[in-house]
């Protein structure tokens, strides 16, 4: 079992800085990717950043190009999301989902449970 657990979310000032903090733990035999979700209410989930898990390899949505940053921590399990010249439209639950390997032929993702990111304008 693969737990996910975000954390740093919190209420800013409009072009300030949040760093999300997404950990993972358990029977982890190889991270595929780590992305991160947001969902505002009334709107779809939808992709924000994610990185690889073998070379790091990143991509955001172009909404976020410039300033946000996706980065890993290997030796904690750890993936982060650096917020900078944060807007009122970022407002969201964001989510982190893992992909995780598990065989040649089973893969499966886990999802965090979410923390809350309010923009104030």
């Given at each position: 079992q693969?737990?996910?657990?975000?954390s740093?979310?919190?209420?800013?000032q409009?072009?300030g800085?949040l760093?999300?903090?997404?950990?993972?733990s358990?029977?982890?035999?190889?991270i595929?990717?780590?992305?991160?979700?947001?969902?505002?209410?009334?709107?779809?989930?939808?992709l924000?950043?994610?990185?690889?898990g073998?070379?790091?390899?990143?991509?955001?949505a172009?909404?976020?190009?410039?300033?946000?940053?996706?980065?890993?921590d290997?030796a904690?399990?750890?993936?982060?999301?650096?917020?900078n010249?944060l807007?009122?439209?970022?407002?969201?639950v964001y989510?982190?989902?893992?992909d995780?390997?598990?065989?040649a032929?089973?893969a499966?993702?886990?999802?965090?449970?979410?923390t809350?990111?309010?923009?104030?304008?």
């Amino acid at each position: 079992q693969v737990q996910v657990v975000e954390s740093g979310g919190g209420l800013v000032q409009t072009g300030g800085p949040l760093r999300l903090s997404c950990a993972a733990s358990g029977s982890i035999p190889r991270i595929n990717a780590i992305s991160w979700y947001r969902q505002a209410p009334g709107k779809e989930r939808e992709l924000v950043a994610i990185i690889t898990g073998g070379f790091c390899i990143t991509n955001y949505a172009d909404s976020v190009k410039g300033r946000f940053t996706i980065s890993r921590d290997n030796a904690k399990n750890t993936v982060y999301l650096q917020m900078n010249g944060l807007l009122p439209e970022d407002t969201a639950v964001y989510y982190c989902n893992v992909d995780v390997r598990h065989s040649a032929y089973h893969a499966a993702e886990y999802w965090g449970q979410g923390t809350q990111v309010s923009v104030s304008s």
